[in-house]
């Protein structure tokens, strides 16, 4: 019997395959959940190897088509909710340890290292992004994933950048980030929304069975296969052992909106405009808030 990756229901339905990719999406009626049904899939196997043999180049590429107030800002203040949330004796004696996982090019742990006063590190499963933060931020990340990498106990914060909807098991990977952090250690992450907007493309994808279904295919798919809700992301995490959960959307577009357009492949003419459109809806605060903001404390 199917089971919801989130909050361990049984209670998941799949609609029709996309005409397009034949992708299908299973929902969770218990949480709110919604994710890819085959996320194991060769498309995205092979999406997920690409990634991990990108050089500093090709990775740098990569960082330079993000919106660039989509991070210092969102950095700051979870640095910020980190430092307020740690017990007084975190760090031992010593700067508390932020250890970043999927850390990218090492930017949010340069500004927890340099304005937070943290120590840092952090993980990355291509080689290209671990020589990117060396290079750039003077930040030393691990290569390779968590589970190899041995950490018990030894940091007392951990961060994940939209990396949730990356990794095939969640809750293996919140295991392991619960195991690295000490007593009283705290996590932050972002993470894709499941929103109402979502939920409106995915009802015309249903009733058109699957032959309009651009919108779900490009908010599911290789780069993430799992859109939480507020519910569902509050029930893995207290699933897993973590305690204090709060969830909050958030009006956060990573991508530059040329980019996020691009990448659903429309006719090219549309670009210019459709992008124009998506950042005067971001700038009046009006487009959907489309990442999770979540909190939380290990039990």
């Known amino acids: 019997m199917p089971v919801c990756p989130a909050c361990a229901g049984t209670r998941v339905r799949t609609g029709p395959a996309s005409g397009a990719t034949g992708r299908q999406i299973t929902a969770c009626r218990d949480c709110g959940v919604h994710y890819w049904a085959d996320h194991e899939a060769a498309e995205r196997q092979e999406a997920i190897a690409t990634q991990a043999e990108l050089t500093a180049e090709g990775y740098s590429d990569w960082v330079d088509i993000k919106r660039e107030q989509a991070g210092p800002e969102a950095w700051r203040d979870a640095i910020a909710w980190i430092r307020n949330a740690l017990p007084a004796d975190a760090g031992h004696g010593g700067p508390p340890v932020i250890y ?85 250690g705290v996590l932050f992450l972002q993470t894709p929304h499941w929103t109402a907007a979502d939920g409106a493309a995915l009802g015309v994808k249903n009733l058109t069975r699957g032959r309009v279904s651009k919108v779900p295919d490009r908010r599911i ?26 969830a909050e959307p958030k009006l956060r577009y990573t991508l530059t909106s040329r980019a996020y357009f691009a990448s659903m492949n429309p006719p090219a003419w549309t670009i210019g405009p459709a992008s124009w459109l998506l950042d005067k809806a971001v700038a009046s605060r009006l487009a959907p808030r489309i990442v999770l903001d979540v909190r939380a404390r290990k039990g």
């Open 100 to 184: 970043d996982v999927g850390a990218g090019d090492g930017h949010f742990l340069s500004l927890a290292r340099d304005e937070g006063g943290f120590a840092v590190t952090g993980n990355e499963i291509a080689k290209g992004a671990v020589e990117l933060a060396k290079e750039r931020y003077d930040v030393d990340l691990d290569l390779g994933v968590l589970e190899d990498l041995g950490h018990v106990e030894d940091v007392d914060a951990a961060t994940l950048w939209c990396v949730l909807a990356h990794v095939p098991d969640g809750d293996q990977l919140l295991r392991e980030v619960r195991t690295m952090l000490r007593p009283g």
């Open 221 to 246: 798919a290789q780069h993430h296969w799992i859109l939480h809700t507020r519910r569902s992301i509050t029930a893995q995490l207290n699933r897993l052992g973590f305690v204090d959960v709060v």
